[in-house]
C-alpha cells in the first residue's frame, strides 16, 4: 500500500511537473487562444440562431458559416460593386498604409523630442492637448472636402495613429531610468550618445505599444471613413453598401476582411519589434 502511495504521489508530481512546463511553453498560449476562438465562435453561432428566430429579426446576425461562405465568394463577385473583394480590400490597405506610415514618420521623432527636450515639449504639448480629445471621425466631412476622397480617409488614419504614437514615445522618453543616464555621463558619453545609446534603445517597448494602439484606431478610422465616403471603393464602402441594402452576409464578410486584415497588421507590428529588440541587444 506504501509503494502504490508513493507511485500515486510520483505520478502526480510528475503531472504536475509537466503541466508547469506546458505552461511555460508558446504551446499554452496556442492552445488558450484556440480555446477563445472556438468559444468566440460558439457564442456568434448561437446568438446568430436565437436573434434570427423573430421573422422581423431574420437574417440580421449571419452565422459563421455563412460569413465564410460569402467570404470566399466575395472574391469573385460583390453585388452593387464593380470589383471583387480583392481590389476592395488592395484600395483599403493602401490608403491604411500611407495614412498610418505618414503618422509613424511624424510622431516618432516628434515625440522623441518632445519628451527628451523641455522647449519641444512646451511649443507642441499645448496644440497636442487641443487636438487629442477630438475624435479623428470628427474631422472626416472636412477631410473629404478639402483632401478628397482617397486623400481624406488617409488623413483621417494619420490623425488616429498619430496621438496614440506620439503620446507613448514621450512616455517613453520620460521613464528612461536616471541612474542609466548618469551611468552614461560617468563613462563620458556625449549627448548625441546617450540620445542613441540609451534614450532610444530605452523608448522601443512604449514606441512599439503606441503603434499596436494606433492600428487598431486606424483601421477603425479607415473603415468609418469609407463607410460615411466611400464612393472611391474599399471595405468600409462594402459594410455600408451591404448594410444599407440588407445583404447582411456581405456586411459580415466585409467585416471578416477587416479582423484578418487587422490581425495581421498586429503580427506584422509584434514581428518587427522582436527583429528591432534583438538587433540592438534588448533581448
Known amino acids: 500500500m506504501t509503494e502504490s502511495v508513493q507511485t500515486s504521489a510520483h505520478g502526480s508530481s510528475h503531472s504536475d511537473w509537466s503541466f508547469a512546463r506546458l505552461k511555460k511553453g508558446r504551446a499554452f498560449d496556442y492552445v488558450l ?3 477563445s476562438l472556438i468559444g468566440f465562435i460558439a457564442a456568434w453561432w448561437i446568438f446568430s440562431i436565437l436573434i434570427t428566430s423573430p421573422a422581423e429579426h431574420a437574417h440580421y446576425v449571419v452565422s459563421p458559416a455563412d460569413t465564410f461562405d460569402t467570404f470566399i465568394r466575395s472574391f469573385t463577385s460583390i453585388p452593387d460593386f464593380r470589383d471583387p473583394l480583392m481590389p476592395q480590400i488592395f484600395a483599403s490597405l493602401q490608403r491604411f498604409l500611407l495614412g498610418f506610415g505618414l503618422a509613424l514618420v511624424l510622431a516618432v521623432p516628434l515625440g522623441l523630442a518632445m519628451g527628451y527636450s523641455r522647449i519641444f515639449e512646451g511649443l507642441g504639448k499645448p496644440i497636442v492637448e487641443v487636438l487629442r480629445p477630438i475624435p479623428p471621425i470628427a474631422w472626416v466631412p472636412l477631410f473629404f472636402v478639402a483632401f478628397g476622397v482617397f486623400l481624406g480617409p488617409i488623413m483621417t488614419i494619420f490623425l488616429g495613429a498619430f496621438f496614440p504614437i506620439l503620446s507613448n514615445v514621450m512616455f517613453g522618453v520620460k521613464s528612461v531610468d536616471p541612474t542609466l543616464m548618469d551611468a552614461a555621463k560617468t563613462l563620458g558619453a556625449s549627448k548625441s550618445k546617450i540620445f542613441t545609446k540609451v534614450v ?3 523608448t522601443i517597448p512604449y514606441m512599439m505599444t503606441g503603434v499596436t494602439v494606433g492600428l487598431g484606431i486606424a483601421w477603425m478610422c479607415i473603415v468609418a471613413a469609407e463607410m460615411m465616403g466611400g464612393s472611391d471603393g474599399g471595405v468600409g464602402a462594402i459594410i455600408n453598401v451591404s448594410g444599407v441594402n440588407q445583404r447582411y452576409n456581405y456586411m459580415f464578410a466585409g467585416m471578416l ?24 541587444g534588448m533581448r
Open 33 to 35: 487562444y484556440a480555446i
Open 200 to 202: 532610444f534603445p530605452y
Open 257 to 280: 476582411a477587416i479582423a484578418i486584415l487587422g490581425i495581421f497588421t498586429v503580427w506584422a507590428s509584434k514581428f518587427a519589434e522582436n527583429k528591432i529588440s534583438n538587433r540592438m
